[in-house]
């Protein structure tokens, strides 16, 4: 059987890591083994936080949500209960935006979900 030499290809390895760690500090930018391990680690940070930002931003739209009704003296729980019984169909991300944006029209769908229990 006759050799095979692998040069061409690891060197192609090598350059596709390191060009993944540019950027880093120190050895982790210029040193294959140290570099590989941090690209694996970055990537498993990455996935991880792709899951952990759709919690963050709900958690942010609420205490956005929440701190606009409290100005109106209902707490948050109070309002999306409302909001169902309305059977007013807006989510989370909207009614924050809408509540930083336009403060006029969050005010009438405050009042108007207030008025419909009353």
Not at 28 to 44: H, N
Not at 89 to 98: G, P, Q
Request: net charge positive.
């Amino acid at each position: 059987m006759t050799r095979i030499k692998r040069g061409v290809h690891s060197r192609f390895r090598h350059k596709k890591i390191l060009k993944l760690s540019k950027g880093y500090y120190g050895a982790r930018s210029r040193s294959y083994r140290v570099a590989k391990q941090s690209v694996i680690k970055s990537y498993q940070y990455s996935y991880r936080d792709r899951k952990k930002k759709k919690n963050f931003f709900r958690k942010l739209w609420i205490i956005r949500i929440n701190a606009s009704v409290r100005k109106h003296g209902i707490t948050y729980s109070k309002f999306m209960n409302l909001l169902k019984k309305s059977s007013i169909k807006v989510n989370r991300k909207m009614l924050s935006e809408i509540s930083i944006s336009s403060k006029e029209v969050f005010n009438n769908l405050v009042e108007k979900v207030r008025n419909k229990t009353i």
